[in-house]
Nanobody
Framework: VQLQASGGGLVQAGGSLRLSCAAS????????LAWFRQAPGKERDLVAT???????RYAEPVKGRFTISRDNAKKTMYLQMDSLKPEDTALYFC???????????????????WGQGTLVTVSS
């Protein structure tokens, strides 16, 4: 199983980025997915989750600014990030967990597979 995150970069505050997470070696549609992020010197925190059935949850700091989505045919998950703030600066990781249809998972420990991370830097 491999998850490949991409799309990070340097952007000014107020700008947008779209992250992608391409999966291989797994039946993508059978997995719940999530984005986490880790800022320098801090713990890895949940950003957003999407279940197999498309149920979505966001962390409070990103509600209304970020949009998570998945394309099962392309085996890819996305994170559209708008109105970016300097506090969004972090290494962003995608994660996957084999799950039942509607289940949503919030903890790092729940996820079986992880991507390598893509760096997002937001300048003020």
């Amino acid at each position: 199983v491999q998850l490949q995150a991409s799309g990070g970069g340097l952007v000014q505050a107020g700008g947008s980025l779209r992250l992608s997470c391409a999966a291989s070696g797994l039946t993508f549609s059978r997995y719940a997915l999530a984005w986490f992020r880790q800022a320098p010197g801090k713990e890895r925190d949940l950003v957003a989750t999407i279940s197999r059935s498309g149920g979505i949850r966001y962390a409070e700091p990103v509600k209304g600014r970020f949009t998570i989505s998945r394309d099962n045919a392309k085996k890819t998950m996305y994170l559209q990030m708008d109105s970016l703030k300097p506090e969004d600066t972090a290494l962003y990781f995608c994660a996957a967990k084999h799950s039942i249809l509607t289940a949503t998972y919030y903890s790092l420990a729940d996820y079986e597979h992880w991507g390598q991370g893509t760096l997002v830097t937001v300048s003020s």
